[in-house]
């Protein structure tokens, strides 16, 4: 979603300071970017594209120490140079990640106020409410910025620029993401780390409602009610080296390939000894509901928990789409219902929009996130980190293999709990699980078979994924990657629901992935697969070894390396992410930056 980058210090080449910035935020996906610098006035430059467009409109030599600037993914209005942000009515000029839900109500007020709108956007209103406020000359600035959010519905970070007070960078945030860069003679303002590492490691993380005031030598944070307030300094624990492609030629192949050493970082510090393990990982014996609440491949994952916790620890389960799950009646059960959230990112609006749902109805939560001290972090009642690391490619790979890895080890503990696994048999999966790198290893070495695979599907336009139960929720998964960067179209199915309908768009040579790694169902999915194959399509089996056998329907087969029969919906997926990210690569697309996408999604 949009990103917001503001910028106050000794730096003189601002619009450059600008852009290297703006590009360490362009993989949360946008379609227009812009900046707005200040000299004697405030100036703005804009282009709908990439960042390369706007930089070619700048100068990079520009004297000035403050500047705002943003990516824009378009919500309200096309992506083009005029519904770009920076947008300036009257003597204010702003960025803003968010939606302000109630821009034509206030829109039609401001109209008849006399104010004309250039654009399409509901910023370019809220940017007029601060006009409007500020003309009517009763406040000064912080106490504009209070104003403001008693007009405004919905949710916004915004850097701010008064024409009136050029040596001075305001900011506020309610409900979108907004951080403070502490740098050396510097501050910066940004909606994540990844745009300030290049600068500082220190940083304050906003909370609803704060106002920030920078000049050039004071940080200044308010409260809603303006007091003065101190908030805690925290440190990013990864490098800039972490944000680059290191040697790689695409972000996304960088991190399948560190899966591996996340996959050790993550384990390594939830599981030591069984007893340490079993300390670790929170109390789930009170809990008889679980309901897995989620977006997108997170939600994906979210099924193979649900798979788990119902096959293996008898707890009943459901897993929801967060968007629907927000505004549908749940009946919850107060005394045994934990409410789980899974968020990479730690800041998707809707899944943010459900914590505060369980936590208003006294539900006990749970979230699994990446990014730490994120919204969805904070406010949950416990939190399990996954140790991702920084994900820049808006697929997500790694983080997706260790959400699945920690919903494993929190099944554990509830089969543990529930008396459903033996010492002798715990120790034996969590030594497999200390072990599993070096099996993710050897699956990314398989590098030729998944490009052999590519070649053959990456010029269809239309590609199946079927498996039965759990290997359904992985084909969810491959389906939902390959789909999304390779712009193929791709759908999942239960395999044995083809029949009835699906079916009837099989026909010679139609690409069936199968993932049959479910040994009490792979009778039943080798029958659907005859079903396909009978039907012309050629088929692409994704297997294990115990399953393995001389199937004459496999036109392509991979087989899995030995492993622990407990960990094999986790491997599953990374043969999937690799061909996947061959396909796109033959077919030429923006792997990274895959169209109408964003990494972070802060907008319902
Ligand atoms: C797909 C993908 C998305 C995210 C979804 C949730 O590759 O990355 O489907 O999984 O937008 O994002 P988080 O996990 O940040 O809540």
């Not at 960088?254 to 069984?274: A, Q």
């Not at 179209?489 to 069936?512: F, M, R, W």
Request: charged share 30%.
């Amino acid at each position: 979603m949009c990103g917001i980058i503001g910028y106050i210090g000794k730096k003189t080449n601002i619009q450059k300071t600008l852009i290297d910035s703006l590009k360490t935020l362009e993989y949360r996906g946008y379609d227009s970017a812009g900046l707005a610098y200040v000299t004697d006035k405030v100036n703005i430059i804009k282009s709908k594209g990439k960042i390369s467009h706007l930089e070619e409109k700048i100068d990079k030599e520009q004297e000035g120490m403050l500047g705002i600037a943003h990516t824009r993914w378009a919500t309200h209005g096309e992506a083009n140079d005029i519904n770009s942000h920076p947008h300036k009515v009257g003597s204010v000029t702003i960025v803003h990640n968010g939606i302000i839900e109630n821009y034509m109500e206030l829109k039609k007020l401001l109209e008849k106020e006399g104010y004309e709108f250039k654009s399409e956007t509901d910023t370019e209103v809220a940017c007029a409410v601060l006009d409007y406020l500020k003309n009517k000359k009763l406040w000064n600035n912080l106490e504009i910025i209070k104003e403001f959010s008693t007009y405004v519905k919905g949710s916004f970070a915004l850097g701010i620029i008064f024409d009136d007070e050029l040596d001075t960078l305001y900011a506020t945030r309610c409900d979108s993401p907004l951080i403070l860069g502490l740098g050396k003679d510097e501050t910066l303002i940004a909606s994540d780390i990844a745009a300030v590492i290049k600068f500082t490691k220190e940083y304050i993380l906003l909370d609803n409602n704060d106002i920030v005031k920078l000049t050039q030598d004071k940080i200044e944070i308010y409260n809603k009610k303006l007091e003065p307030i101190c908030k805690e300094k925290q440190t990013v624990n990864w490098n800039i080296e972490q944000a680059e492609k290191g040697g790689y030629e695409h972000f996304m192949l960088k991190e399948i390939h560190e899966e591996e050493d996340v996959l050790h970082n993550t384990i390594n510090e939830y599981v030591d000894t069984m007893e340490t393990f079993l300390q670790k990982m929170p109390d789930f014996a009170k809990y008889k509901k679980i309901h897995i609440v989620a977006c997108g491949s997170a939600m994906h994952a979210g099924l193979i928990g649900k798979y788990l916790f119902e096959n293996y620890s008898d707890i009943e389960t459901t897993v929801e789409i967060a968007s629907e799950y927000r505004y549908k009646k749940v009946f919850y059960n107060h005394n045994d219902t934990l409410v789980v959230l899974i968020s990479q990112s730690g800041e998707t609006a809707d899944t943010i929009a459900c914590l505060r749902k369980a936590k208003e109805n006294g539900i006990d939560t749970l979230a699994i996130v990446n990014v730490v001290s994120s919204t969805i972090a904070r406010e949950a009642d416990k939190v399990l980190y996954i140790r991702a690391g920084v994900e820049i490619a808006v697929a997500t790979t790694k983080a997706y293999l260790l959400q699945v890895a920690m919903l494993m080890l929190v099944n554990l503990k509830m089969m543990a709990e529930k008396s459903k696994i033996d010492d002798v048999e715990l120790k034996e999966i969590l030594k497999a699980f200390k072990a599993s790198p070096k099996v993710v290893k050897q699956i990314l070495d398989q590098e030729d078979k998944y490009l052999e695979i590519a070649k053959m599907i990456h010029k269809d336009e239309d590609i199946f994924f079927i498996g039965r139960g759990i290997d359904y929720a992985i084909s969810m998964e491959g389906s939902l990657k390959l789909k999304e960067i390779s712009y193929i179209h791709s759908e999942a199915y239960q395999a044995g629901e083809l029949k009835h309908g699906t079916i009837s768009l099989i026909e010679d040579h139609t690409k069936v992935i199968s993932v049959m790694t479910d040994e009490d169902l792979y009778l039943k999915t080798i029958s659907n697969i005859k079903e396909v194959k009978a039907r012309g399509a050629d088929v692409i089996l994704l297997t294990t070894p115990s399953l393995d056998s001389d199937y004459e329907f496999a036109d392509r087969k991979i087989v899995l390396p030995e492993a622990n029969k407990y960990l094999v919906p986790m491997l599953s997926i990374i043969p999937l992410q690799l061909i996947a990210y061959q396909v796109a690569k033959l077919r030429g697309c923006d792997i990274d930056k895959p169209r109408n996408l964003a990494k972070s999604v802060t907008v319902e």
